[in-house]
């Protein structure tokens, strides 16, 4: 069964950092572009970053997150992470983490398991 867990969402003033991580298992995680995504209350999932299988490097899909965000995986651990400071009010969504099969880039249609969400709060 594969599974995608995301913990490290938290309540966190404007201007804090928090850490992500999505544990993924039961399947071959090199073979897998990893991605995350948001959904803050009332919008659309929209998707953050991803690691690309294919050739190894990170994409940043939001202009907004670029140079505070950080994408990150531990393939021995088949882990990903999101580092994220300087955090905005506007990043409060629900965070989720996908998979999909090498050469997707974390296109939402292109992905074939989703964790189940670790919600970010970001306080003024």
């Known amino acids: 069964e594969v599974q995608l867990v995301e913990s490290g969402g938290d309540l966190v003033q404007a201007g804090g950092s928090l850490r992500l991580s999505c544990e993924v298992s039961g399947l071959t995680f090199d073979n897998y572009d990893i991605g995350w995504f948001r959904q803050a209350p009332g919008k659309e999932r929209e998707g953050v970053s991803c690691?690309?299988?294919?050739?190894?490097?990170?994409?940043y899909y939001l202009d907004s997150v670029k140079g505070r965000f950080t994408m990150s995986s531990d393939n021995t651990k088949t882990t990903a992470y999101l580092q994220m400071n300087s955090l905005k009010t506007e990043d409060t969504a629900v965070y989720y983490c996908?998979?999909?099969?090498?050469?997707?880039?974390?296109?939402?249609?292109?992905?074939?398991?989703w964790g189940k969400g670790t919600p970010v709060t970001v306080s003024s």
């Open positions: 996908g998979a999909g099969f090498r050469g997707t880039y974390c296109h939402q249609y292109g992905i074939d398991y």
């Open positions: 690691i690309s299988s294919s050739d190894g490097r990170t994409y």
